[in-house]
Nanobody, 116 residues
């Protein structure tokens, strides 16, 4: 299993920015896929952005143009930089990573609240 710890959430006004961090317990080179997901109250967890094999990146439509996913392989960290935040971005943001068994491990989540 991969242990993941998120940080960087908080309260921000509409139009503001936040950068989330996710620290992984193992080398990112050994993780075939990892990304950011979010879950708003009363809704299912949804993709925000993720790294896939061969350097591919997926962004959800809601994230395109505003959010950027990045990683530092030497620090075993992944980031999500969020700009032009909207109240509808309010959610718990989770870092997820695919483990060697093919299933996904998750961090504890970090709350992002965007005030209007």
């Amino acid at each position: 299993q991969v242990q993941l710890v998120e940080s960087g959430g908080g309260l921000v006004q509409t139009g503001g920015s936040l950068t989330l961090s996710c620290n992984a317990s193992q080398s990112l080179f050994n993780i075939p896929a990892m990304g950011w997901y979010r879950q708003a109250p009363g809704k299912q967890r949804e993709l925000v952005a993720r790294f896939l094999r061969f350097g591919r990146i997926n962004y959800a439509d809601a994230a395109k143009g505003r959010f950027t996913i990045s990683r530092d392989n030497h620090k075993n960290e992944m980031y999500l930089t969020m700009n032009s935040l909207k109240p509808e971005d309010t959610a718990v943001y989770y870092c997820g990573a695919q483990n060697s068994e093919g299933s996904w491990d998750w961090g504890q989540g970090t709350q992002v609240t965007v005030s209007s």
